[in-house]
């Protein structure tokens, strides 16, 4: 059984981890840290604790109407993408551990399109 670095829980909610092969289960937002706990294997969780968060990234569609997914940028592992039922929620209980300058969104399509192409015109 895996030990949870929480002491208290805020969130618990149906999610998915985008980390290679997509896994369901739940995610559970706490005073410590982003946990999220595989349904089927209990030995597949990921623990991020606050003080390794560097960004929170909203992939926003529609103005802000939709949120697919979201991605968690640590300081030193990298980035996990996760998606839940209700994101808007569970951007609310992290809002309390992250700092709401470090919760960006990400780039659009034409966003990517126009860098690029500043990008060839300057070389």
Sequence with gaps: MVQSINTKVDLV????SH?????????????K?????????????????WEEVEYI????????????RYAIQ??????YTFSSKDPKKVFRAMREYVNPDHMVQSLGFLDIIKRGLKSKLNK
């Design 13 to 16: 909610i149906d999610a998915t």
């Design 57 to 68: 990234i909203a992939s926003v569609m529609f103005k802000g109407k939709w949120i697919p």
């Design 33 to 49: 840290g982003f946990e999220f706990f595989n349904k089927r294997d209990a030995r597949k969780f990921i623990q991020i604790p």
């Design 19 to 31: 980390l290679g092969v997509s896994a369901y289960g739940q995610i559970m937002i706490g005073d």
């Design 74 to 79: 640590t300081k030193r592992n990298g980035t």
